[in-house]
């Protein structure tokens, strides 16, 4: 994925921190879509780090690249695991315990712990993928 970017300040370790303007679908033109979004709950920029190998400086307008198919492999387990264990624990509760009511209850377990491991991997791919965005070009500045 490549977007582009300001770059908000300079961090000590050699990396920046930048903002992204957020794109919604209507472009935040709500008389053209009807949409009745409130440009007040609309967060215009997201803000990220991003290794900046090319020394942009605060001010500066960058390209900044990311790996866009591991990204989407992340959040297909942040979001699928947890909801895949609910029906696998359900149907194996309704085989073991043959009532509805222990079905539920180890499907419940089994979304809960499919939630607690995504919390835990989403944990763990924030402090490996310290690098995850890449400042490519300085554009302007």
């Not at 440009?39 to 400086?57: D, F, G, K, S, Y």
Request: hydrophobic content about 45%.
């Amino acid at each position: 994925m490549i977007q582009t970017a300001r770059v908000k300040r300079l961090l000590d370790d050699g990396r920046a921190e930048v903002t992204v303007p957020r794109k919604s679908a209507c472009g935040h033109d709500c008389s053209n879509c009807s949409g009745g979004c409130s440009e007040m709950l609309v967060q215009m920029e997201v803000t990220t780090v991003a290794a900046n190998p090319v020394h942009a400086e605060p001010g500066d307008t960058v390209r900044v690249e990311s790996d866009s198919g591991h990204i989407l492999k992340i959040a297909a387990v942040v979001y699928l695991v947890p909801f895949l264990l609910f029906f696998l624990c359900y149907f194996a509760g309704g085989a073991l315990f043959g009532r509805e009511s222990g079905a539920v209850a180890l499907a419940l377990a089994g979304f809960v712990l499919g939630m607690g491991g995504a919390v835990w991997l989403n944990g763990r791919v924030r402090r490996s993928q310290k690098d995850a965005f890449f400042i490519t070009e300085i554009l302007r500045g």
